[in-house]
């Protein structure tokens, strides 16, 4: 066990408004893939609901912002070594 009870080598994803719905859950751990980009491809495979407008996961990962460890960072090939929380974003009306 790492620090404050995580699990060394997770990582924390927390979803929100169309992240939320898609994935059918507030937020889950999961092992830490190298990059964002690996770990988007792997959520996109493991969740297969939907919004209530019809979009999958994977369609709405492709319009997020992220936040990985409090910083902003959208770029596909930032690792994730180290990270124990990724905040996946969705566009935001009237933001």
Same mark, same amino acid.
């Not at 790492?2 to 059918?24: C, D």
């Not at 690996?38 to 369609?59: C, I, N, P, R």
């Given at each position: 066990?790492? %620090?404050?009870?995580?699990?060394?080598?997770?990582?924390?994803?927390?979803y929100?408004?169309?992240?939320?719905?898609?994935?059918?859950?507030? /937020?889950?751990?999961?092992?830490?893939p190298?990059?964002?980009?690996?770990?988007?491809?792997?959520? !996109?495979?493991?969740?297969?609901?939907?919004?209530?407008?019809?979009? /999958?996961?994977?369609?709405?990962?492709?319009?997020? !912002?992220?936040?990985? $460890?409090?910083?902003?960072?959208?770029?596909?090939? /930032?690792?994730?070594?180290?990270?124990?929380?990724? $905040? %996946?974003?969705?566009?935001?009306?009237?933001?």
């Amino acid at each position: 066990m790492g %620090v404050r009870g995580i699990v060394e080598g997770m990582l924390t994803v927390h979803y929100f408004a169309a992240a939320r719905a898609a994935a059918g859950v507030a /937020s889950e751990q999961v092992e830490a893939p190298a990059t964002l980009g690996d770990l988007v491809a792997q959520l !996109s495979e493991e969740h297969t609901g939907t919004t209530e407008a019809g979009m /999958s996961l994977k369609e709405v990962l492709g319009r997020c !912002s992220f936040l990985i $460890d409090g910083a902003g960072n959208t770029a596909m090939d /930032s690792p994730l070594a180290g990270v124990t929380r990724v $905040d %996946v974003l969705p566009p935001f009306a009237g933001g």
